[in-house]
Structures are given as structure tokens and as C-alpha cells.
């Protein structure tokens, strides 16, 4: 078979680029290129405990005050200026400006302490030191003085002088030019090497660095990555296996809301989520403590608590009273453009979809076997062994249809020995289960099953949001109206390890019981206080830390989610070779 055409990442003429580059943003260049990339080209940014409390104290300084328009025996003392630069293509708020007369000291506030040598002595980060010198060269351009520069850093309360030397100009200017040429080619830059940077970083969540630098199958001499092709260079992880740092926490303090008494009100009351029934408040949740809200049935909620919901980037889910997922408010979170461009592309390439698909359904297949293997009474071995077989058919199948086939017969197989995983003892036989039906479901086991994937599809289609993908594109699942085929995909994985899981710990752990159900002609519904033991259980799964196979780090199963999608992005961005579906040990 013949080569695997190239993919190239978005090119630099398609990329419109503001006249003006902040200099807090060359800043961010010198820190890491990287980190330059994704504040300033894709418009990411992510808090920390430092950027709060960077962005706190710089509010008290930020205050406009003074002017720098002074008679020439006139002392200046401004705060919060903005000058620009053509020349410089840079734009600068300066946090305060000294002097005398025409004379002036540009001061810049930085949150941290600043470089101790070796000596003793102390001096200011290069990435502060460009910064400033922008600053005074922007001062200089506007008529003054300026042959010194002053770094205040906040913990340690000590001001850095540097001098405007040319030495000092052209590092700066270099920086500037550089940081230019980043943002015009359009290709994100790699991740740091083992940096002690990242461990700090807001984005390290976003860039994933050890984890891109461990999977990354690359050739140094080549620019371009190729996908797919059974010739890709062997990958040189930037660390050795085992030894990735988690750099994000494995917990998501943040919890998601869950409503479905029908005839239930959502309004506000300042900061607080007001949930009323009829004129009676039954219940509140402070809005930043929420990552999520879901609305089951017929439930109202009210314009200002919706767009109050959407500007803390809390997106709202609405299901049928049955558990079907109909879709989502969102922010205007999701500013990668680029990367859904990459995607569009990408889905009308038949080797693309083939490839991803044959890994997505591999892994399920794969994690379905766990699942027997841990939790039935006693697999048959040919069972075992089919799904194995199934596994590795996934992985050669030759097109989507016949890939369809092989998730069918595994299913098939998977399935019709899913009844051996309910322990759940109920003399009724309320839990008997002979083989999956949907649309509606006819049994109430069926009825959990349909629940869950709905909740999974729904968690996964935030997750492609916040990455920024369009979770309707798919690549497995094919486009269709107002399906979220590219959530679908990510998903197929994670069914058996999460959606089936929480099934079983529902029933065997007595968490839903044969009174919860209803039955409706042949369809069968869980009851309110049914869904509640259900999302409890399912929240339970989602919290629980798993160890990544390939980073060996233990995050919680929320947070796998948004790992997997993250590095399905760098696939499209052409920065990994292949995606590296999940697959539980």
C-alpha cells in the first residue's frame, strides 16, 4: 500500500494576527514559546493560585493615576499607562512610571521573587527583564529619557534595576522579532524538556508536556510528522517510562448539579444558584462551586442565571425526563478555531477515520474483556478469548462497515454474558437481563445502561468544548443532525470502564432498587428518587483516581476524559503520530 498522505498543521497565511504584540506577552515568549502560543495565538488561559494572586495585586496598582505630561521640573508618578509602538509592532500597560521632568523609570510588578546568582546577587528573570526594557524603549519612542528600568517583585518586596544598554535593546528586540515568527507560522511549539516551568504553569493541564514529549514519534529532520504510516521514526520520550509528573490535580473540586423533580425553578440570588418549588426554596449551590448543571424534564431556568452560569463557564445540559441527552448551553469558551478547522479536514480523510476508529474500537473491545475478567461470576474462556480475537480484528479492520461489524459481534459476545455481573439479589427477577435494547428500553437494567451512556455522552461532549473541538464532527460516528458523534467516538473506550461499571455498582450495591423503576406501556424509567441513587453512583465512578497505562499517574475519571480529548487534539494538530486510546491495565 502506498504512503499515507502528510498532514500539515493549519498554514501561516490563513492565520489574521493583531497589529499589535503585547508586551506581556513577549514576556510569555522568553518564559516558554509554548505557553506564548497557546495565551496569544489561540487565546487559551487557565487560572492558578499565582495568576489569582498575581492578577489581585495587580489590580492595586493597576488604578489609572498621575500623568507622564510634566513640566520639566515636575515629578511624575503614573500609574497604568498604555503606549504603543509601529516601529516595535508592541503595545505595553505600563504598572508605573517615575521621574522627573523628562526623566523617567519605567516599574513593572511581578508576583514571585526574582533570580538569585550564584554570587549572591540578585537579578531579574530574562523574561521580566525583556518585558521592561519594552517598556522603557516604548518611553523612549515617546519622547522621554529612559536609561534604566526597575523590576518590583511582590515576595519578596526587592526592586531589580537594568540598565537600557544595546546589549540589553537587542535582546529584546530579538525577542520581539521571534516571538512574531512563532505567531505567523502557525505551528504550535513543542513542549519544554523536563522543565521545572511547568510545574507552576496554568497550562500544564492544556500542554500536557511530559505526556506530549513521551508519546511524540519524531524525526529531527523533518518539520512534519507522518501520521499514521507504518514507517513513523521510534518515539524518544523527553523522560524515562514511569517517571511522568502529574502536574495537575487528580481531583475536580468543582461538582456538577444534578435536577430532576419535575416543575422545579432555577433563579439566583447574587452568587448563589436559587432552586425553587412553586415559592419555596429547596435547595442552593454557590455557582463557583459548580463545573456543570443538568436539567431533567420539565424544569425552568431563568435568563440571568443562564448567562450568569455561561460567563463562569459553567455549561448547562438538558435531558428528556427519561434520561435522553438533547444538548447544551455553553460559553464562548471555546476559541480554537484552528483546531476545528484541522478537524473538519481531517474527518473527510477516509485513512484518518479509519485509523482513529480502529484504535477507539480496539480499546473498547479491550476494556469490555476487563470488565468480565474482574467482575462475572465465572467468564467462559471462549468468551475471553473471542473478545481478544475481536480486539485485534478491530485493529485490521479494512473500512468503517467492517469495523462495525467486528463492534457488533464483540458486543454480541459482551453482552450476552453481562447478566453474570449482576449480583444484585431481588426475587422479583426485576434485574434479569438476556441482551441490550434501546429506544425505549424494555427492562430496567437496559434502562441504566441507556441512562449512563447518555450521562458519558454528555460529559464527554463538555470535554470536546473545552479543548475546542465541534463534538458533532465525528470520525467513527458519522455526522448526522444534532448528534455529538465526536463525544460518541471519544466515549467508546470509556463504556464498559464507566457507563457498565456504574450499572453494576448500582444494582449490586443496592444503590437503585426494583421500586425505582416505572413501567410505561413496553419502555421502562427509572423514578426521580431512582435517578438520584444513579447519579450518585455515577459521580462515584467519576471520581475515582485511575492510573494512566501509559503515564503511570493517577487522575480521576473526569479528568481522563479531558487528558484523552487534549491528546486527540495534538493528533489533529500534527504533534503525535497516533492516539493513544485508553486501555485499563
Known sequence: MGALPLYNPQPAHERKLPDLLPARMVNEFTYCPRLFFYEWVEGLFAHSADTLEGAWQHNRVDQPGGSIDASPQEKIHARSVTLSSERLRVIATLDLVEGEGNRVTPVDYKHGAPKQEASGLIDAWDADKVQVILQAL??????????????????????????????????????????????????????????????????????????????????????????????????????????VRRLVTPREERRPLYLNTQGLRVGKSGDVLQIKEKERVVQEARIHELNQVNLYGNIQISTQTLQTLLENEVPVSYFSQGGWFYGMTTGMNTRNVFLRRAQFRLTEDLWFSRKLARSLIAAKIRNQRVLLQRNHIEPRPEWLTALK?????????????????????????????????????????????????????????????????????????????????????????????????????????????????????????????????????????????????????????????????????????????????????????????????????
Open 389 to 585: 480475537n475481536a480486539a485485534q480484528d478491530a485493529e485490521e479492520a479494512k473500512d468503517l462497515d467492517s469495523l462495525l461489524g467486528v463492534e457488533g459481534n464483540a458486543a454480541r459476545i459482551y453482552f450476552g454474558a453481562f447478566a453474570g455481573m449482576i449480583k444484585a439479589e431481588d426475587g422479583l427477577g426485576t434485574f434479569d437481563f438476556e441482551h441490550r435494547n434501546r429506544r425505549p428500553p424494555r427492562d430496567p437494567v437496559n434502562a441504566l445502561l441507556s441512562l449512563a451512556y447518555s450521562m458519558l455522552a454528555k460529559d464527554l461532549t463538555i470535554a470536546c468544548y473545552a479543548v475546542g473541538f465541534d463534538p458533532l464532527s465525528g470520525f467513527y460516528h458519522q455526522p448526522r443532525f444534532g448528534r455529538p458523534s465526536l463525544a460518541l467516538d471519544l466515549m467508546e473506550p470509556f463504556r464498559p470502564l464507566i457507563a457498565d461499571s456504574v450499572v453494576l455498582t448500582a444494582l449490586n450495591n443496592g444503590m437503585v432498587a426494583s421500586g425505582d423503576f416505572v413501567r410505561q406501556g413496553k419502555s421502562v424509567a427509572l423514578t426521580p428518587n431512582g435517578r438520584k441513587g444513579f447519579f450518585r453512583a455515577y459521580e462515584l465512578r467519576m471520581d475515582t483516581l485511575v492510573t494512566h497505562p501509559l503515564f503511570d499517574y493517577r487522575v480521576s475519571y473526569r479528568r481522563m476524559l479531558e487528558i484523552q480529548a487534549r491528546l486527540l487534539a495534538r493528533v489533529l494538530d500534527g504533534e503525535l503520530g497516533d492516539y493513544p486510546a485508553f486501555v485499563t491495565r
Open 138 to 243: 516604548l518611553l523612549r519612542e515617546a519622547g522621554f529619557l529612559c536609561d534604566a528600568a526597575l523590576v518590583f517583585y511582590q515576595k519578596t518586596r526587592q526592586r531589580v534595576r537594568i540598565a537600557i544598554t544595546p546589549a540589553a535593546i537587542a535582546m529584546a528586540e530579538h525577542a520581539v522579532s521571534s516571538a512574531w515568527q512563532v505567531a505567523a507560522a502557525g505551528v504550535i511549539p513543542p513542549p519544554l524538556d523536563d522543565s521545572p516551568k511547568c510545574n507552576g504553569c496554568s497550562l500544564n493541564g492544556i500542554c500536557l508536556p511530559d505526556e506530549t514529549n513521551l508519546l511524540r514519534a519524531w524525526d529531527p529532520e523533518r518539520k512534519q510528522m507522518d501520521l499514521f504510516t507504518g514507517d513513523v521514526p521510534p518515539r524518544k520520550p523527553a523522560r524515562s517510562e514511569g517517571e
